[in-house]
Nanobody, 126 residues
Framework: VQLQASGGGLVQTGGSLRLSCLAS????????IGWFRQALGKEREGVSS????????RYDESVKGRFTISRDNAKNTVYLQMNSLKPEDTAVYFC????????????????????WGRGTQVTVSS
């Protein structure tokens, strides 16, 4: 089981990035993929999540209207399109997968997820 996040980088305020999370080795599938981020000196926070069985999505209030999560089942990849980036979006972004049933209210909770990938750095300059 492996989750590989990529697509981070340095971008100016107002710019865009698209993160990718490639999930491999999930022979029995997963119930949701979530994106989390952790800024220097801060706790990890849930950013967005997409549930497998119905495609339901959730976003943290801080990214609503700017970030869009999507999936390509054929490629086993979940994307996070990030537009109108702000300096406060600067963080290491992680993707995580859940193997358990996950309810909507728990989709941005880190302990709902069983597997974590290595992060990708996103830096937004002012």
């Amino acid at each position: 089981v492996q989750l590989q996040a990529s697509g981070g980088g340095l971008v100016q305020t107002g710019g865009s990035l698209r993160l990718s999370c490639l999930a491999s080795g999930f022979s029995l599938g997963y119930t949701a993929i979530g994106w989390f981020r952790q800024a220097l000196g801060k706790e990890r926070e849930g950013v967005s999540s997409i549930r497998s069985r119905d495609g339901a999505t959730r976003y943290d209030e801080s990214v609503k209207g700017r970030f869009t999560i999507s999936r390509d089942n054929a490629k086993n990849t979940v994307y996070l399109q990030m537009n109108s980036l702000k300096p406060e979006d600067t963080a290491v972004y992680f993707c995580a997968a859940s193997r358990s049933g996950i309810i909507t209210s728990s989709m941005l909770t880190s302990n709902s997820y069983n597997y974590w990938g290595r992060g990708t750095q996103v830096t937004v300059s002012s």
